[in-house]
């Protein structure tokens, strides 16, 4: 749209290219920390703050960060808290998904769960197992 009005109408000032950067950008995959960096530099000099600034960090927020704050018993309600609390559940999620891609490899059922194979028992095939 921005393109548009300024292949229309001529150059853009900084601040409408910062307004315009704001609205487009998003985390993708990239992680929080850097998302919130970019969206900071971006934001200097848009003239937004408060809940338009808000709701275009919410925007380019990955949907299941945003959905998690939004729907936390005390969701943020600053910049600076949604900022904060975005980066640390991004992080959290990261580290969750290393953890379970490790403890796939190695799973290792418990002793408590272990099926008894002694005299009497079947394997897999139907074959009593002596």
Not at 64 to 84: D, M, N, V
């Amino acid at each position: 749209m921005f393109t548009k009005i300024r292949d229309d109408f001529g150059e853009t000032s900084e601040e409408e290219r910062k307004i315009e950067q704001l609205r487009t950008i998003e985390q993708g995959e990239r992680t929080c920390d850097r998302y919130v960096q970019e969206f900071k530099k971006v934001a200097r000099g848009s003239g937004y703050e408060g809940r338009p600034l808000i709701k275009e960090f919410k925007r380019g927020l990955n949907g299941s960060i945003r959905r998690k704050l939004a729907e936390a018993e005390e969701p943020p309600t600053t910049i600076g808290e949604w900022q904060e609390r975005a980066v640390r559940l991004d992080r959290n999620q990261r580290q969750s998904r290393i953890e379970e891609r490790m403890l796939g490899r190695n799973a290792v059922c418990p002793r408590g769960n272990t099926q008894s194979r002694g005299k009497g028992s079947y394997g897999g095939m139907g074959e009593q197992i002596t």
